[in-house]
């Protein structure tokens, strides 16, 4: 495997589900698969689970890790070609990368959406150019438009904990007061529809999703009516994804606390298991009871990170 971004990439996503499993049950079966080789994992953004999780799978198939942050002590990068560099960006990214790339075996990369230029984001440019000039396999750490790390771990989790052959999983959009990516429901909904599941998207008008990643799931506006016997609720804001109005890409439309998901939102649902990738606003997305309750699966999955990370990072040292 030479890149990791999207669903299809890991082939046979049933295979690659049993592989998570037994990875599971000996996370150090192939200890020695990494020795000699380095992970560099580049974060343009902030994170917690993603650093500590991939660090820990590399880790756990006797990698080398190196970290960069690079808004914490790296040259600020420049990004864009023809442009005259008398400003403070001391690099371009066009040298930084495949220096970058000489000092690795595999580059994760984690560069979130500016959500000012839709085309911009959704071309995925600065992640296509680690792609194109690293000369080394690259995978998302989150990038512009997806998060397959997370879409894979909460699939991980969902099989993990469904009772029945095919479960209901909701993604239901919740209020936010900043705005954020849509990177992980993109990513959720493209890997809902790849699984074997009854996925239903529900969001307040003006919150569609990319068609290329709602695929078939069914998009219903009245939330209450998409919670109606949920197994799994996944909860999630996102800003507008510009779909209907281009010109609304990246904006807050609504923080409507009716669409926060309490007690009585839960209540209509087939006692369902709460999901959200983190980090969460408690009071915003959920209330306290919720994401606290015996079936809130937040923790597992976070912790499932692990695991799916080192399925991604196994296939791409197993294809150097
Ligand atoms: N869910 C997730 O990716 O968490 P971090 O942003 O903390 O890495």
Same mark, same amino acid.
């Given at each position: 495997?030479?890149? =990791?971004?999207?669903?299809?990439?890991?082939?046979?996503? +049933?295979?690659?589900?049993? @592989?998570?499993?037994?990875?599971?049950?000996?996370?150090?079966?192939?200890?020695?698969?990494?020795?000699?080789?380095?992970?560099?994992?580049?974060? =343009?953004?902030?994170?917690?689970?993603?650093?500590?999780?991939?660090?820990?799978?590399? $880790?756990?198939?006797?990698?080398?890790?190196?970290?960069?942050?690079?808004?914490? *002590?790296?040259?600020?990068?420049?990004?864009?070609?023809?442009?005259?560099?008398?400003?403070?960006?001391?690099?371009?990214?066009?040298?930084?990368?495949?220096?970058?790339?000489?000092?690795?075996?595999?580059? *994760?990369?984690?560069?979130?959406?500016?959500?000012?230029?839709?085309?911009?984001?959704?071309?995925?440019?600065?992640? +296509?150019?680690?792609?194109?000039?690293?000369?080394?396999?690259?995978?998302?750490? @989150?990038?512009?438009?997806?998060?397959?790390? +997370?879409? =894979?771990?909460?699939?991980?989790?969902?099989?993990?904990?469904?009772?029945?052959?095919?479960?209901?999983?909701?993604?239901?959009?919740?209020?936010?007061?900043?705005?954020?990516? +849509?990177?992980?429901?993109?990513?959720?909904?493209?890997?809902?529809?790849?699984?074997?599941?009854?996925? !239903?998207?529900?969001?307040? @008008?003006?919150?569609?999703?990319?068609?290329?990643? !709602? *695929?078939?799931?069914?998009?219903?506006?009245?939330?209450?009516?998409?919670?109606?016997?949920?197994?799994?609720?996944?909860?999630?804001?996102?800003?507008?994804? *510009?779909?209907?109005?281009?010109?609304?890409?990246?904006?807050?439309?609504?923080?409507?606390?009716?669409?926060?998901?309490?007690?009585?939102?839960?209540?209509?649902?087939?006692?369902?298991?709460? $999901?959200?990738?983190?980090?969460?606003?408690?009071?915003?997305? !959920?209330?306290?009871?919720?994401?606290?309750?015996?079936?809130?699966? !937040?923790?597992?999955?976070?912790?499932?990170? @692990?695991?799916?990370?080192?399925?991604?990072?196994?296939? $791409?040292?197993?294809?150097?």
């Amino acid at each position: 495997m030479k890149t =990791f971004f999207n669903v299809q990439d890991l082939g046979n996503l +049933q295979q690659a589900l049993r @592989e998570a499993h037994e990875i599971k049950k000996d996370r150090f079966a192939f200890d020695t698969l990494g020795k000699n080789r380095t992970l560099l994992m580049i974060f =343009f953004n902030n994170s917690l689970r993603t650093r500590l999780s991939t660090q820990k799978a590399a $880790m756990n198939l006797g990698m080398n890790v190196i970290v960069l942050d690079v808004n914490a *002590g790296a040259w600020k990068l420049e990004t864009e070609r023809g442009v005259i560099m008398d400003g403070d960006k001391s690099e371009h990214l066009l040298e930084a990368i495949p220096v970058m790339g000489s000092y690795c075996d595999l580059i *994760g990369v984690r560069s979130f959406a500016g959500l000012t230029d839709r085309s911009y984001d959704y071309a995925e440019t600065i992640v +296509q150019q680690f792609v194109r000039y690293s000369g080394r396999p690259v995978f998302a750490m @989150e990038t512009a438009t997806v998060h397959p790390l +997370q879409a =894979f771990a909460d699939l991980i989790t969902i099989e993990e904990h469904k009772t029945v052959a095919r479960p209901k999983v909701v993604l239901t959009w919740a209020p936010h007061p900043k705005a954020l990516p +849509q990177a992980v429901p993109n990513s959720f909904a493209e890997w809902m529809n790849a699984a074997d599941v009854d996925f !239903v998207i529900t969001h307040p @008008e003006g919150y569609e999703l990319d068609p290329q990643f !709602v *695929g078939k799931a069914c998009v219903e506006y009245d939330q209450m009516k998409a919670l109606e016997g949920a197994d799994f609720v996944y909860a999630k804001n996102w800003s507008c994804p *510009g779909v209907t109005r281009p010109e609304d890409y990246g904006k807050v439309l609504s923080k409507d606390m009716g669409w926060t998901i309490d007690a009585a939102h839960m209540a209509v649902t087939n006692n369902a298991h709460f $999901m959200h990738c983190l980090p969460v606003r408690r009071g915003m997305i !959920v209330t306290d009871d919720v994401i606290e309750a015996p079936t809130s699966l !937040v923790i597992p999955e976070a912790a499932n990170r @692990e695991i799916s990370a080192q399925v991604v990072i196994k296939r $791409m040292l197993e294809s150097l």
